[in-house]
T-cell receptor, first 113, second 112 residues
Framework: KNQVEQSPQSLIILEGKNCTLQCNYTVSPFSNLRWYKQDTGRGPVSLTIMTFSENTKSNGRYTATLDADTKQSSLHITASQLSDSASYICVVNRLSGTYKYIFGTGTRLKVLA | NAGVTQTPKFQVLKTGQSMTLQCAQDMNHNSMYWYRQDPGMGLRLIYYSASEGTTDKGEVPNGYNVSRLNKREFSLRLESAAPSQTSVYFC???????????FGSGTRLTVV
């Protein structure tokens, strides 16, 4: 079954601290993996996208990693800011199949001052 | 540079009423999608349109209909709204490669 599981479900950290969010998937055939940030009341916005051959991709303070062998990805946030408070969604794109985009349920991050 | 535009942003319906959610994209994407997002659940695909002139059911199509009016526009219709359709609805479009995939800002629908 094609699934994307994210952990933790929710996380609270203090401003300035780092954190890492996890994404495990059992999706095949794999095309690429994307991390989205979704602010409350808004649509998801893409942070990074990685193909099979890429194992790290950065976007400012966000760094995503991909291990295609173990089918795991992580999103590391450095020096967190209050504006990082949001849900982070992992999405795996399949090369073929009826439902190509498999969504995780997200990690809700709260950054406190 | 609007991307994907959804209207309305908020809507309250009474059970049994009908309405159409509008979506338009200006990126010349071939594929468009409608999702619903409920608390504690991932985005679930309602309907999608791989290209102009085609539409297909997603995971949760019951109670909905869609129209791909042209390449830019993809609408979602609720014929007889039910409280179970209370949700946030997102439209998305893609260029089909998996790399260009963009969401709208959502429509928050409440059915009472």
């Amino acid at each position: 079954k094609n699934q994307v599981e994210q952990s933790p479900q929710s996380l609270i950290i203090l401003e300035g601290k780092n954190c890492t969010l996890q994404c495990n998937y059992t999706v095949s055939p794999f095309s690429n993996l994307r991390w989205y940030k979704q602010d409350t009341g808004r649509g998801p916005v893409s942070l990074t996208i990685m193909t099979f051959s890429e194992n790290t991709k950065s976007n400012g303070r966000y760094t995503a990693t991909l291990d295609a062998d173990t089918k795991q990805s992580s999103l590391h946030i450095t020096a967190s800011q209050l504006s990082d408070s949001a849900s982070y969604i992992c999405v795996v794109n399949r090369l073929s199949g009826t439902y190509k985009y498999i969504f995780g349920t997200g990690t809700r991050l709260k950054v406190l001052a | 540079n609007a991307g994907v535009t959804q209207t309305p942003k908020f809507q309250v319906l009474k059970t049994g009423q009908s309405m159409t959610l509008q979506c338009a994209q200006d990126m010349n994407h071939n594929s468009m999608y409608w999702y619903r997002q409920d608390p504690g659940m991932g985005l679930r695909l309602i309907y999608y349109s791989a290209s102009e002139g085609t539409t297909d059911k997603g995971e949760v199509p019951n109670g909905y209909n869609v129209s791909r009016l042209n390449k830019r526009e993809f609408s979602l219709r609720l014929e007889s709204a039910a409280p179970s359709q209370t949700s946030v609805y997102f439209c998305a479009s893609s260029d089909g490669t998996g790399f260009g995939y963009t969401f709208g800002s959502g429509t928050r629908l409440t059915v009472v």
